[in-house]
T-cell receptor, first 110, second 116 residues
Framework: QKEVEQNSGPLSVPEGAIASLNCTYS??????FFWYRQYSGKSPELIMS????GDKEDGRFTAQLNKASQYVSLLIRDSQPSDSATYLC??????????FGKGTKLSVKP | GAGVSQSPSNKVTEKGKDVELRCDPI?????LYWYRQSLGQGLEFLIY????????KSGLPSDRFSAERTGGSVSTLTIQRTQQEDSAVYLC??????????????FGPGTRLTVL
């Protein structure tokens, strides 16, 4: 069983729409969760971290965590073509490392 | 300030040769992580350093892989007798490693290794 699961996509949304990215994980003791964005040929960059159940908003981005359902999501409002990238979900591991899903490729069409 | 730097950016080698990859973390970051990203795969955790110490090396894919960190700063990842399946982008990340949780990790640009 994969530790962190994401739909590989591609997820295609029109410009200005809400993009919804989902992630499930199998380790019930995980306490920290992260969303990274990775443009093609580039390294991952952190978008959001979330540690508590509920929503966390930062600009156009909202992360949602439900520990009971082992589910974390990322909503991108007013999607822009520049948001087109692969979005990586990760949970914190026992060594302070990150355990990543394979990523969801998002395409925002003008 | 300067971010995480890695060298070389690209490395092409022949099967069976040894390679050494370098990571220079953000100044003051005590934790350093190595990951590997193969085509179509997610990021795979390899090894973690807290200071100069690597408490757990079980993430390294085989005994051909080794890593060290000196002076609490620069780290090198060495792959001996490279194989074609070692071809990947090797990413280094560093963090402040604040107590009580997983701290934000900042990634370097990676080294793209191609084994012919």
């Amino acid at each position: 069983q994969k530790e962190v699961e994401q739909n590989s996509g591609p997820l295609s949304v029109p410009e200005g729409a809400i993009a919804s990215l989902n992630c499930t994980y199998s380790d019930r003791v995980s306490q920290s969760f992260f969303w990274y964005r990775q443009y093609s040929g580039k390294s991952p960059e952190l978008i959001m971290s979330i540690y508590s159940n509920g929503d966390k908003e930062d600009g156009r981005f909202t992360a949602q965590l439900n520990k009971a359902s082992q589910y974390v999501s990322l909503l991108i409002r007013d999607s822009q073509p520049s948001d087109s990238a692969t979005y990586l979900c990760a949970r914190g591991g026992s060594q302070g490392n990150l355990i990543f899903g394979k990523g969801t490729k998002l395409s925002v069409k003008p | 300030g300067a971010g995480v730097s890695q060298s070389p950016s690209n490395k092409v080698t022949e099967k069976g040769k040894d390679v050494e990859l370098r990571c220079d973390p953000i100044s003051g970051h005590t934790a350093l992580y190595w990951y590997r990203q193969s085509l179509g795969q997610g990021l795979e955790f390899l090894i973690y350093f807290q200071g100069n110490s690597a408490p757990d090396k079980s993430g390294l894919p085989s005994d051909r892989f080794s890593a060290e960190r000196t002076g609490g700063s620069v780290s090198t990842l060495t792959i001996q007798r490279t194989q074609q399946e070692d071809s990947a982008v090797y990413l280094c990340a560093s963090s402040l490693a604040l107590a009580g949780g997983v701290d934000t990790q900042y990634f370097g640009p990676g080294t793209r290794l191609t084994v012919l």
